[in-house]
């Protein structure tokens, strides 16, 4: 007997591959778009954006209580940042792109034709849904692409605005966004898209990698794991502390990018830590589950996650320097600061994507790169220093996504660089000309104007021949 669920789910599948059908059919069309055609586009996403703003609010309030103005900073304003800067260079990236053609070329140009790569899928995650689809599919749609948009189901509510501004703005043999669980995610990766852009955690990650592998698929992985902060002996301590509370305790610390834990120079730790408290108690006052612009855990799986990390650091002797107030009816978890945290523990063999912060000491400089180098490429190092010497040194010796000197995470809001993981941490990067490169093929192109010395070097070969052969190699 054929149940009503599993047909329901036959229909899913059903209307899944009916979209992808029809987005496959429509992609030259969509592809050959003009400059003008991709900008308008963009500009009617943009009003319409501003025109649920309200409603963009509300609904990451109601999926983690996140604050109306933190949410224009780190949801919206990144999204219309993007926009405007795609918009204001779309017909320079589209232009043919001129390159340089050798000597024993002659008579022929060359340049690169920059095409879409036809219908795209976007998978993003939960802890900055609105910026961390939409950001992506700016770049996808300034490309020429067919796009299918998979939000997270953990954020429901603004997954209901993102698919009414999707469909108010685009049809869906251009743009669909589908909402669902991992039975979804699973269905849309059988399917032979042209490329995969996935934001989430590197086990995830592998998973998409593999499925797409099957279709020789091409992906953008932008991933995560624990990105180190260093402030040194000659670090504004101040600056230090005040730019780090903010970038960690940012919704409730759940960002790809934040500083996962501290090395802080032995001789600066008892102020550094003095100091951060400071900047906690400035931000969230005397009681963070009275504040509204600390926002929640995204669920109970995720605070129950952290709340096992806790327990399991405390248990390996781990001491609590501050915080450690949770509620569990509302997926509270106060800022931490935690000292003497076990290397092994879960707190630091894991991603942490949460309100905790580890904090460590180091004595040499030498020694600590070498730590930070035997762990997996982070997504972002941060680096607090005035020593251009210590600066240079950490960045020539570690391998790392992106990051900052001084500041931690605002490198995401600059368009004009790559932002993206290395291997464990991500593939590919994204943001501005980068992220409209991840969504096209560069295709070369070379034009014979002119008769040119290889059409003398076609069989039979002879001695004279392989004397131009051997001047060619020699000096072209």
């Known amino acids: 007997m054929i149940t009503a669920e599993v047909q329901n789910k036959v229909s899913d599948v059903q209307q899944i591959r009916a979209l992808f059908e029809s987005q496959k059919a429509n992609q030259y069309a969509i592809g050959n778009s003009s400059v003008s055609e991709r900008r308008t586009k963009l500009s009617k996403l943009h009003k319409t954006i501003l025109h649920y703003r309200t409603d963009i609010k509300k609904a990451l309030h109601d999926d983690f209580r996140k604050h109306p103005s933190e949410v224009d900073m780190t949801d919206i304003y990144p999204v219309i940042s993007e926009i405007k800067h795609a918009k204001s260079h779309l017909a320079s990236w589209m232009k043919d792109q001129s390159v340089h053609t050798p000597l024993a070329l002659l008579g022929s140009s060359s340049y690169i ?83 995969i852009f996935f934001t989430g955690a590197p086990s995830i990650g592998k998973v998409v990698m593999e499925a797409a592998a099957k279709n020789l698929t091409s992906v953008t992985l932008e991933l995560g794991g624990k990105s180190p902060t260093i402030v040194d002996e000659t670090a504004d301590l101040e600056l230090a502390a005040k730019r780090i509370a903010w970038a960690k305790w940012a919704n409730n610390g759940q960002i790809c990018i934040a500083p996962d834990f501290v090395y802080v120079h032995e001789s600066q730790k008892d102020k550094f830590l003095s100091m951060t408290q400071k900047y906690i108690q400035q931000y969230y006052g005397n009681d963070a589950a009275t504040e509204p612009s600390y926002n929640r855990i995204v669920n109970r799986r995720h605070f129950d996650r952290l709340k096992s990390y806790i327990d399991d650091a405390v248990s390996k002797g781990a001491n609590i320097i501050t915080g450690g107030q949770l509620k569990e009816a509302e997926n509270f978890i106060a800022p931490m600061i935690m000292t003497n945290v076990d290397k092994k523990s879960a707190l630091m063999t894991n991603e942490i994507f949460g309100p905790i912060l580890p904090v460590y000491t180091y004595d040499k400089l030498e020694d600590l790169v070498e730590e930070i180098r035997s762990g997996e490429k982070p997504l972002a190092l941060y680096i607090f220093s005035k020593n251009n010497k210590n600066i240079n040194y950490i960045l020539n010796n570690t391998r790392a996504g992106g990051g900052c000197i001084n500041h931690c995470a605002v490198h995401f809001y600059n368009t004009n660089l790559p932002f993206g993981g290395s291997n464990n941490s991500g593939i590919g990067k994204s943001h501005g000309f980068e992220g409209f490169k991840s969504f096209s093929n560069g295709r070369g192109i070379l034009k014979q104007h002119l008769p040119n010395a290889l059409e003398l070097l076609v069989p039979p070969f002879n001695t004279f021949k392989q004397k131009i052969i051997d001047l060619t190699i020699k000096y072209f």
């Open 113 to 195: 034709k920059y095409e879409p790569k036809g219908v795209v899928l976007i998978i993003s995650p939960w802890n900055f849904p609105f910026n961390l689809t939409f950001g992506p599919f700016v770049s996808a749609i300034a490309a020429g692409n067919c796009v299918m948009i998979k939000p997270s189901e953990m954020t429901p509510h603004i997954a209901k605005v993102m698919h009414k501004i999707v469909t108010e703005v685009f049809e869906p043999n251009e743009v669909a966004l589908i909402e669902g669980g991992i039975e979804t995610s699973t269905e849309l990766l059988k399917l032979p898209f042209n490329h």
